[in-house]
């Protein structure tokens, strides 16, 4: 482990909207790109003023399952490129402190339906990704995923690049997680992910779009796997804010109902806990904002 605290940007689609994006389905956060590139921009110079050590370009939404298959062909690159260019630009504007630039690969069958997963297809779709972002990124970040041949196809797709990547998973956070093993939205276990962590390279291991309950048992049980196995990974954690109600809904399906209790410092008492328990990289996913992200960056860095 490296021992230091780095701060993650937090959640993309709420900060849009409150500087005016207009976000709808099917497009979602990649209408932003499409219609308001200016507004992206600023969210992501408002998270590196809040503190934010390293921001995720908004590509998340450019794969077929959001912008369509003829579009992701027709127009995918371009906005793909913008979305790293966006990021750059708003990271090197920042002269007093270097700023990572995260590219962003997410699920491209659907976020949390591992049952989609096409492994016959899914490198179509990735390389177009890396491909597109590539000249703006330092670190790659495969982030939201469900099951471990995901992350995989994510390793495979940039191998080639030689930069940095990072793996991030989302967690099962329904009724009875807390009192089960962790465990991935496939039902794998959060041992098996780490172990294959482990083996892959990869420079650190994350656990994103979950309930803050959740993230801390997967923190120990990874970092316990990393010890076993005698390799230094950091290790990450950036969990949502969704209401109980909304919490199996897919990333990026609306504008759900977000907790209250994680206001103020709520969400920054779950990541003190975290950092306790190992964790190196800290941020916010959706429905974590720029004030949050702001309290991680005076309290966690201190």
């Known amino acids: 482990m490296t021992g230091t605290i780095r701060i993650l940007d937090g959640g993309m689609s709420r900060e849009l909207t409150r500087l005016g994006a207009k976000l709808v389905q099917p497009e979602w956060s990649a209408l932003a790109l499409m219609e308001s590139p200016e507004i992206v921009r600023q969210v992501h110079a408002e998270f590196i003023d809040a503190g934010s050590d390293a921001i995720t370009t908004n590509s998340y939404a450019l794969v077929p399952f959001h912008i369509g298959e003829d579009r992701f062909r027709e127009q995918g690159p371009a906005l793909i490129a913008l979305s790293g260019k ?25 976020s949390y339906e591992p049952e989609n997963f096409d492994p016959s297809r899914v490198q179509d779709y990735l390389s177009v990704l890396v491909e597109n972002l590539s000249p703006s990124i330092d670190v ?90 005698g390799v230094k990974i950091d290790i990450g954690v950036y969990a949502n804010a969704f209401e109980d109600e909304t919490a199996e809904e897919k990333a990026n399906e609306g504008l759900s109902d977000m907790r209250a209790e994680l206001n103020g410092d709520g969400y920054l008492r779950f990541a003190r806990n975290w950092v306790a328990a190992g964790a190196t990289l800290v941020g916010g996913c959706c429905g974590i904002g720029v004030e949050q992200i702001g309290r991680l960056a005076t309290d966690l860095k201190d």
């Open 86 to 110: 966006l990021a750059r630009e708003a990271a090197d504007a920042r002269s007093d402190r270097k700023v990572l630039v995260c590219g962003s690969l997410p699920p491209i069958f659907g």
């Open 140 to 229: 790659w970040l495969g982030e939201t995923l469900s099951l471990i041949a995901e992350a995989d196809a994510v390793r495979s797709a940039v191998q080639a690049t030689g930069k940095p990547l990072w793996i991030s998973f989302t967690l099962k956070d329904g009724p009875g997680a807390l009192a089960s093993e962790p465990a991935l939205r496939s039902g794998e276990t959060v041992a098996e992910a780490a172990a294959w962590a482990a083996k892959s390279g990869i420079q650190a291991l994350l656990f994103n779009c979950s309930k803050p309950e959740v993230m801390q048992a997967a923190i120990s049980t990874a970092a316990a796997e990393f010890r076993k196995s």
